[in-house]
């Protein structure tokens, strides 16, 4: 995958203003599902913003091993926040939880304030698209 950026443009902040990939054969898309800041059996451990989102990127890695794929290989990221300000306020933590669960990869990420998500202590909801490369040949 290419990040593109335009002459000229300031450097976005954690995330690729676009992404461009060369599939190959046998490439394949995965599309994962919202996630939000609960644990595999379905309970909110944290009310806390950041922990949420930390959570909620915990479950995209698991989604993305169950297909064959890392962090790196995401192309895009939509995040579904409920309150803009904490979501602003609680930068360098998720900043934090970021680089240390997905990297330094930075893919074409949008954000959107909603009023509420479907689970009412979800804070964060997070979908992805990645494009994972085809099995190495022995």
Do not use: C
């Not at 992404?19 to 190959?24: C, E, N, P, R, S």
């Not at 995401?74 to 997905?102: K, Q, S």
């Amino acid at each position: 995958m290419k990040t593109l950026q335009p002459p000229g443009w300031a450097p976005p902040r954690g995330y690729a203003n676009g992404i461009m990939a060369d599939l190959q054969v046998g490439s394949r898309l995965l599309f994962v599902g919202g996630q939000i800041g609960w644990n595999a059996s379905n309970v909110f451990e944290t009310d806390d913003f950041a922990g949420q989102v930390a959570q909620a990127l915990r479950n995209v890695v698991a989604v993305l091993a169950a297909g064959g794929a890392g962090p790196e290989h995401i192309a895009r990221m939509t995040w579904y926040v409920t309150d803009r300000g904490e979501y602003v306020d609680a930068y360098p933590a998720i900043g934090a939880h970021y680089r240390e669960i997905i990297g330094r990869h930075y893919p074409a990420m949008t954000a959107v304030e909603v009023s509420a998500l479907v689970e009412p202590r979800a804070k964060v909801e997070i979908e992805v698209t990645a494009i994972v490369p085809p099995p190495a040949v022995p």
